[in-house]
């Protein structure tokens, strides 16, 4: 980044400090993280680095936390996974090169691992901010990592290709998605043992995206070859539902490979988001009734990857950088760089701030987690 930008950067932080309350009671300074490339390797759509947006004051760009350049001629190095803690102050970026802590108050590298060349897809990290569930790459296995330096604490072997990773809120289990046809299972591990305690499934194809709701009772999930998801009973491993959108074209994504890929619940838990990668819709189904019910839809510019919500549960952040009103489920901003272009990524959390110090952190995975 040049002495221009840079310079440019530095004003917009200063201006966003700027603007907090002052007083014994500082709401918070809301902003939005996202990595990029964060749809493949396509730098096309926000460039290279930690994109920072102010969540309050339009999502106006805040910053560029710089990442890993290429070599002259290769594909950029994209983000494959993005997980905060508000507790231990960190960022957590993964590549399919490697796994690094940046620090929330100097957007400073802390650690950075490659466990032998084998990482990372999507991980998550627990409530607490001490561990890291982190998919390998090109292996048949999870790592367990200690968040606080990056060393690895054991590993959980899975076949097939481990893709997506959610923690629950109680920090007490693990749910491991990985892609392979002679596995159409989701993975359930004890946190405190590290040990498989279920298989649910299976699935009707490969399970990809999926969400749980707060009780664990129930796991929604978009399976290959479906515009629509399947939902799941967490208690007995077993599926209860297959839920299509009719009426529309059901190509495979050439991005994805799959007509749905993106799922979420609300923070009421009364809605479930789907992502429709053919036809560039977001499907919003009335999840207080099982089977769940469509009820509307939300077309977006772009085709969509991946949906989560705000930590008030009142915007829907789509991979098309579209930000949603929950309510209305209008459009009211979408993203973009400090060079105007449109940004696009799957790979967004939440941080908010009082006096310089982050005090929440949301989950990349549907809806936020309170951390």
Known sequence: MNRRLLFASALCVTAALARVPRGHAQQPQRFLYAGVPGVGNA??????????????????????????????????????????SAAA???????????????????????????????????????????????????????????????LITSIDKEGSPHNTIISD???????ENQGRVTPYITVVDAKTHAVAKQIGPFDDVARPFTINGKQTLIFANVNNLLGFEVADLTTGT?????????????????HGTPSHGIAMTADETEIWVSDNTNHFFH??????????????????????????????????????????????????????????????????????????PVRASDQFGKGARR
């Open 43 to 84: 730098a096309d759509h926000g460039g290279v680095g930690i994109l920072v947006f102010d969540i309050d004051h339009g999502y106006t760009f805040v910053k560029r936390i710089p990442t890993w350049t290429s070599p002259e001629g290769r594909p950029a190095e994209g983000v494959r996974g993005i997980a905060a």
């Open 89 to 151: 102050g960190r960022l957590y970026v993964s590549t399919s090169r490697r796994l690094a802590a940046y620090d929330l108050a100097t957007d400073k590298v802390v650690w950075e691992q490659n466990y032998g060349g084998k990482c990372c897809d999507r991980m998550a990290i627990s409530p607490d901010g001490k561990t890291l569930y982190a998919p390998a790459a090109g292996a048949p296995k999870w790592y367990v990592v200690n968040a606080a330096d990056g060393t």
């Open 170 to 176: 109680d920090g007490r289990f693990a749910y491991l």
């Open 239 to 255: 599926l209860l539902h297959r839920v299509a959108v009719e009426g529309l074209k059901t190509e495979n994504s050439p991005v």
């Open 284 to 357: 919003i189904f009335d999840a207080t009734k099982m089977p769940p019910v469509q009820k509307t839809r939300v077309h977006l510019r772009d085709e969509p990857g991946w949906v989560t919500f705000s930590l008030d549960g009142r915007t829907a952040f789509a991979s098309t950088g579209d930000m949603i009103d929950v309510r209305t489920k209008q459009i009211v901003a979408t993203l973009e760089d400090e060079h105007g272009q449109d940004v696009e990524s799957e790979k967004v959390v939440e941080i908010d701030f009082v006096n310089g110090k």
